[in-house]
């Protein structure tokens, strides 16, 4: 009987989700401090070399795993799948560090050695097929996203704004838009470490912005459910976000970036520009045609399940053959 794990150094809804599609077990092995990566690759090995897979999933990032994958598929010729997402730097500087001579290095070595890529769309699809790999294309599975409990919120409507604070998120321009939206009984509630912020930006915050920190998992979950709207926000191109999944999940009526893909895919979401004037707009589209919104974003979400069971059964006949 072939013998399925995957393998992910961090806890990542996607992971957990496709691991449990494909019929994984699923290991997240953590590490901590300046000795983490070297502390996660002695424990994978030791896994790999207990469980010995004949059908490995890995997700990159982390790179490194990935690459410790693949060797396992050189000296035991057994089959490895990495599911990469976030980790093409397409919206970096390409100078010439050292650190990106690794990544360059590291890049190239996964894609040619792993049988599969898993990617989320065709722009990154051709990326690994330009780089001598084999890529598959599977979206993020829309999650199980079921309440246990209502948070109490302050009164009219309400916004989440999925948030990791990381640099391609548009910050800033977020809170100029809330701040237009003073006075109109709307409040925005952001996810996510706040203390990544620059000191000016948390100082001048508009009174209708709540942080609410990093939630556990649930927590996460209901306040998902109990808000009007989410909106996901990114400055980057050829990006699927976790957050926009969420949102449609929670069947809440959505707020994204004009992006190529994110248009493509969340194709009943409400598309802004990564501006003031244009994130107010939504703001105030979604709560002016509430019950419109609401009705888009569940057949959406019925239309989005239909095309991944589409995609992971094509996903599933391409590892049958291999």
Known sequence: METRLWITWENQR???????AFQCELHVIAGAGAFR?????????????????SLLFV??????????????RIFTGR????????????NRGRE???????????????LKH????????????????????RPLILPDKLPDVAPTARPE??????????????GDEPIGLIFQAMQSLVGEDITLYVTGNFKKLFPELTEALPPNVRFTGFLPEQEFINMLNAVNAVMVLTTADHCMLCGCYEAVSAAKPLITSNKAVLADYFDRAVLVENSTDGIAAGIRFVRDNLPACQREVQVMKDEIEVKWQSSFQSVQAALEVQ
């Open 59 to 72: 997700q990159n990032p982390s790179m490194i795993l990935a690459a410790v994958a693949c060797l396992y």
């Open 153 to 166: 919120l302050q009164e009219g409507f309400s916004v989440l704004a999925i948030s990791s604070f990381g």
């Open 37 to 53: 990566h070297l502390a996660c690759c002695l424990k994978t090995i030791r896994l790999l070399m207990i469980s010995r897979p």
């Open 114 to 133: 792993a049988d599969f890529t898993i990617v989320t769309n065709t722009f990154l699809a051709q990326l690994v097929t330009d780089a001598g790999g």
């Open 79 to 90: 089959r490895v799948v990495v599911d990469r997402h976030t980790t093409f730097r397409l």
């Open 14 to 20: 996607r992971s957990v989700e496709l691991a449990r």
């Open 96 to 110: 010439f560090s050292l650190d990106y001579l690794v990544f360059l290095l590291l890049h190239r070595f996964t």
